[in-house]
């Protein structure tokens, strides 16, 4: 909260909880609105867990002032590989829908194929879409 926002009244803490399947690779979404930031924990697999954490903010377009964007940071366990899906989930939500986001990613399935990656990724570009859908209503 910045001092601006001191006196101001708060928009209530909503969830929601939401799964994406791709053949048996399940992913799961909770969904955090916190006034106007948004809190989204990814995980599935047999270990679901803390692998990394990406944080998007929102701002204009380099190429065009006009279009939004968002920029990020991503901290990522060492000998974890979510760092792609933190950074990518957490950036098109921000740019999106405007909003400060924070996603925290943990998926683990041993000995996961190439194709089982591209589902996985599958799943979390269709969660990022219904998650916007739900942040828009």
């Known amino acids: 909260m910045n001092a601006n926002d001191w006196g101001k009244e708060s928009r209530p803490v909503r969830s929601r909880t939401m799964s994406e399947s791709r053949g048996d690779l399940e992913i799961t979404a909770v969904v955090y609105e916190l006034d106007t930031d948004c809190l ?33 940071s991503v901290f990522t366990y060492v000998g974890h590989k979510e760092d792609m899906v933190a950074k990518a989930v957490s950036e098109d939500l921000t740019r999106r829908t405007g909003r400060n986001t924070v996603v925290v990613a943990g998926i683990h399935w041993d000995d996961l194929s190439e194709a089982g990656i591209n589902h996985i990724r599958s799943a979390c570009h269709a969660l990022t879409d219904r998650i916007v859908s739900e942040l828009s209503a």
């Open 40 to 72: 989204v924990i990814l995980y599935g697999g047999t270990r679901p867990h803390i692998g990394a954490v990406g944080m998007g903010q929102a701002r204009p377009s380099l190429k065009n002032p006009e279009e939004a964007s968002a920029t990020s």
